[in-house]
């Protein structure tokens, strides 16, 4: 089993940064894809950003991309998610997950982390 815990969300204006956190423990992250996602009131979660298990390889949805950074730190155990320049769109609960190497769909998901941009 994998817990996830995800912290530094907030409140925040247009334009301002925030530097999400997601801290795993029970089991170390090197053998897991992970991602960040995110789910805006009223709307279906959707996916924002993903970093391969080797930290190489990163993906990112087109309206964060240039705005949000994703990386990892094996030693911490610990994924976080830069963003820069947010707008109100940007407005959600945001999850971290993890997918297990060989497996199709995330398998651990954890609480999420509010942020707020005003306008």
């Known amino acids: 089993q994998v817990q996830l815990v995800e912290s530094g969300g907030g409140l925040v204006q247009t334009g301002g940064s925030l530097r999400l956190s997601c801290a795993a423990s029970?089991?170390?992250?090197?053998?897991?894809?992970m991602g960040w996602f995110r789910q805006a009131p009223g709307k279906e979660r959707e996916f924002v950003s993903a970093?391969?298990?080797?930290?190489?390889?990163?993906s990112s949805a087109d309206s964060v991309k240039g705005r949000f950074t994703i990386s990892r730190d094996g030693t911490k155990n610990t994924v976080y998610l830069q963003m820069n320049s947010l707008k109100p769109e940007d407005t959600a609960v945001y999850y971290c997950?993890?997918?297990?190497?060989?497996?199709?769909?995330?398998?651990?998901w954890g609480r999420g982390t509010q942020v707020t941009v005003s306008s």
């Open positions: 970093i391969r298990w080797n930290g190489i390889s990163t």
């Open positions: 997950a993890a997918k297990q190497l060989g497996s199709e769909k995330y398998d651990y």
């Open positions: 029970g089991r170390t992250l090197s053998n897991y894809d």
